[in-house]
């Protein structure tokens, strides 16, 4: 059975920091491409990604997070994280994890940036 777990989620201000995790079970996990999406429940839109890593550590970004997110993996963990630096307003969704053209989805974090 798979498992995807976050954390890391919470209340901060514009301009601060949080970093999410995301612990795998029941896969093998170097093996698969992993992403963070996110979806804001107050606007009728779909989950959208905000970064991706491959299996070989390659990583992307939307154009909203680059610069200030920073996706990274410990396969000896089995955990993919998300740092998130320069916090704004606009960021505040909920956060998924995901691996990557699987149906295997985290239960989602809630980020809230707020003065």
């Known amino acids: 059975q798979v498992q995807l777990v976050e954390s890391g989620g919470g209340l901060v201000q514009p301009g601060g920091s949080l970093r999410l995790s995301c612990a795998a079970a029941?896969?093998?996990?170097?093996?698969?491409?992993l992403a963070w999406y996110r979806r804001d429940p107050g606007h009728e839109r779909e989950r959208e990604l905000v970064?991706?890593?491959?299996?070989?550590?390659?990583?992307s970004y939307d154009d909203s997070v680059k610069g200030r997110f920073t996706i990274a993996r410990d396969n000896a963990k089995s955990t993919v994280y998300l740092q998130m630096n320069n916090l704004k307003p606009e960021d505040t969704a909920v956060y998924y994890c995901?691996?990557?053209?699987?149906?295997?989805w985290g239960q989602g974090t809630q980020v809230t940036v707020s003065s």
């Open positions: 970064a991706r890593i491959t299996n070989r550590g390659n990583t």
């Open positions: 029941g896969i093998i996990f170097s093996a698969y491409d």
């Open positions: 995901n691996v990557q053209y699987t149906r295997y």
